[in-house]
Structures are given as structure tokens and as C-alpha cells.
């Protein structure tokens, strides 16, 4: 039987502290199965029909900040841009942010997680 090893109790003011945390935990405690993995080998026929490549990239736009999108001038204007170029999805960094309101803590200091209004806001956007 294989035991682990207790998890410490995180203590963090972000989620991407928390997700950190969490990415480390996990890789030290697969650390020992990681070992009796056996080695995959991986074969590459170079002369095989290819497929088509689909350039995602191509049909983004590029944002700021995801708290912006709760602005409802922000959302005006992305209709706008969408309405002359057609992009079909919107890239934006700090989606986890404090800022968004997704995880904060209570007085005992458990995590509290809410997902009931920016990313709807941030959704709403067609």
C-alpha cells in the first residue's frame, strides 16, 4: 500500500498563488509514479497524408486586462470591431485576477469561489 504524504493547508491571497501551489503539490506527490512509468516511444510517418493546420490565431482579437470586458463600453466597442472583421474569439491575460472577484477567502481563511458574475459578463459578447 502506498501512503501519501499529508497535504499542507494552503494559505493564499490569489488564485494564481493558489494554482502555483496546487501544479507543485501535484507534481511532488506523482514524483514517485513518474518513475515506474514506462517509456512511450513515438513514430512519425512523414510521408502520411497530412490535414489541414486550422490558424485559431487568425480569427482572434487581442484584449487587455478580462476585467475590461465588464465595462459596458468595452462590450460596445468589441461589437463594433466584431461587426467589421468577424473575429470569432477574444484573448484577453489576467482572467484569474483578484480584480474579477473569482476566489477570496472567508474570516477562517477557506477559499470561496465565485463564478456568478464575471465570466457571465465576460460571455456576453456575440
Known amino acids: 500500500m502506498i ?3 499529508r497535504l499542507p493547508i494552503l494559505r493564499t491571497n490569489n488564485v494564481f ?3 502555483v501551489g496546487l501544479a ?3 507534481i511532488g506527490l506523482r514524483g514517485a ?3 515506474s512509468t514506462p517509456r512511450e516511444r513515438v513514430e512519425i510517418d512523414a510521408n502520411s497524408q497530412a490535414t489541414p493546420f486550422p490558424h485559431f490565431w487568425e480569427q482572434m482579437f487581442g484584449s487587455g486586462r478580462a476585467i475590461l470586458s465588464l465595462r459596458e463600453s468595452y462590450r460596445n466597442d468589441l461589437r463594433a470591431v466584431k461587426g467589421v472583421t468577424d473575429f470569432r474569439y477574444v484573448r484577453f491575460h489576467a482572467i484569474l485576477h483578484d480584480e474579477v ?3 477570496s477567502e472567508d474570516s ?3 477559499p470561496v469561489y465565485n463564478f456568478s ?3 457571465c459578463k ?3 459578447v456575440r
Open 24 to 26: 507543485i503539490l501535484s
Open 101 to 103: 472577484g473569482l476566489y
Open 33 to 35: 509514479d513518474c518513475q
Open 17 to 19: 498563488s493558489f494554482l
Open 108 to 110: 477562517y481563511g477557506n
Open 3 to 5: 501512503t501519501r504524504p
Open 122 to 124: 465576460m460571455a456576453c
Open 117 to 119: 458574475y464575471g465570466f
